[in-house]
């Protein structure tokens, strides 16, 4: 295991203190948390924003989308526990 060091303002290192007091965790774990936490976080929105940018890519080359109200209907339907037909993808010059 690596150690790292860090250096944390007054202000900053009295708000963990008080943070990780709170929680009821040293401010070794708190700040450890914190970083797990952040790290998840940036790995799961640069996945979102893989997929996102996949799916555009297919849009553009098909020229085909689920207009709004379509997805907003189906969307509410299986919200609500039902189990509807997906829409239909369509050119969206139509």
């Known amino acids: 295991m690596l150690t790292t060091t860090i250096r ?29 936490q952040t790290v998840e976080n940036f790995e799961l929105d640069r996945e979102f924003n893989h997929i996102a940018d996949e799916r555009w890519n297919g849009i553009l080359a098909s020229g085909k989308s689920v207009s709004w109200e379509d997805a907003k209907a189906y969307l509410a339907a299986r919200s609500h526990g039902e189990r509807p037909n997906r829409p239909v993808a369509r050119s969206a010059d139509h």
């Open 8 to 36: 944390l303002d007054d202000n900053m290192k009295e708000r963990v203190a008080a943070a990780a007091a709170s929680a009821g965790k040293s401010a070794h774990a708190f700040i450890l948390d914190a970083i797990s």
